[in-house]
């Protein structure tokens, strides 16, 4: 068994090259993006990962449904609601199920492995809590979840700290734990190493859990250079003064990460990292195409 712990656009890439590798896998996905809005509940992660699998991602955003229509969010807009949140017409159907099932008492990890089994996903998908946690971005306008500051704000607000609503209180899910005991190897891919990775270990006891099996956990880099590969990784981890480079990504995760693959425009990093006890693995991190994404996952198994 294969457990990836999971963000967004960034890490549905590798999830799915190692899908086509392997048949295992158990994906832990963060759930600080969610959101209530247009009375909805709203998981972008788990969509992702979900929509992923099953083929239908929109492959140009990276998040919603390919090929979706928007009617409803044009009659919202067109009845005066604010619609900066782009919900896609089938897109819409996943929210309205499952803000149903939740009405109904559901819990998160219970619904998602519903919606995995109807759009036959394979992979396990497993929220990292059922209780709602949440990523706030301090900005110079003010507090805001996430979803707000990156899709309502489009990144602009300058950001001074950045913090986890509700990880305090939130319970790890239980099947978290069995995955990441029971895997042999843990990924950690090319996601946001704040708001997507960062949100899943501030859940109190999961980054304990991965520290005592870190001989198992291999991470991506999420940056090339200085620079991310997609979102604002850079602004996020800024705001946190962590350094900016794989070198700082590396630190970050130091305390459960054995191994660490960064792209070989990065050789220069590589006396650092193994420094502070990391092993360091060189090659094309770059994931444009569906070859790309089977290359890596399978250069990821083969070498690590
Ligand atoms: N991202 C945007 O930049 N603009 C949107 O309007 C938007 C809508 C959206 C709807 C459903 C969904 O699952 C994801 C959506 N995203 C949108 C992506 C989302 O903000 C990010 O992918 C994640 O939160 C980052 O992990």
């Not at 996905?29 to 247009?38: C, E, K, Q, R, T």
């Not at 991602?57 to 229509?69: E, H």
């Not at 807009?77 to 089938?90: A, H, N, P, S, V």
């Not at 994404?293 to 690590?304: D, F, H, M, P």
């Amino acid at each position: 068994m294969i457990t990836v712990l999971a963000g967004g656009t960034g890490s549905i890439k590798l999830i799915r090259g190692l899908a086509s590798q392997h048949c295992d896998l158990k994906v832990i996905s963060n759930v600080a993006d969610n959101i209530w809005l247009y009375g909805l509940y709203i998981c972008p992660d788990i969509d992702t990962v979900i929509y992923g699998l099953a083929g239908i991602l929109d492959p140009i955003q990276g998040w919603g449904i390919r090929n979706d229509s928007f009617q409803c969010l044009h009659q919202m807009e067109m009845l005066g609601e604010q619609t900066w949140f782009k919900i896609g017409d089938r897109d819409l159907a996943t929210h309205l199920v499952r803000t149903i099932m939740l009405k109904n008492g559901n819990r998160l990890s219970y619904i998602t492995e519903w919606f995995r089994k109807r759009y036959s996903v394979s992979a396990g998908v497993i929220p990292a809590t059922d209780d709602p946690i949440e990523t706030r971005i301090l900005t110079d306008r003010g507090e805001m979840h996430i979803q707000e500051f990156w899709v309502k704000h489009r990144a602009e607000p300058t950001v001074f700290n950045i913090r986890y609503k509700g990880t305090e209180h939130a319970r790890i899910n239980p099947e978290v734990i069995l995955a990441i005991r029971k895997s042999k190897l843990i990924v950690v891919p090319p996601a946001n190493p704040v708001s997507s990775i960062g949100a899943i270990l501030a859940i109190k006891g999961l980054k304990e859990v991965l520290v005592d099996e870190r001989k198992k956990v291999v991470g991506v880099s999420p940056l090339i250079g200085n620079r991310a590969v997609s979102g604002p990784a850079v602004k996020y981890m800024e705001a946190m003064k962590l350094p900016a480079t794989p070198f700082g990504i590396a630190q970050n995760y130091s305390d459960f990460l054995t191994k660490f693959v960064i792209s070989k425009d990065d050789r220069d990093s590589y006396g650092m990292i193994e420094g502070i006890g990391v092993k360091v693995y060189e090659t094309d991190i770059l994931m444009k195409s569906s070859d790309d994404e089977n290359r890596l996952a399978s250069y990821l198994l083969r070498q690590t």
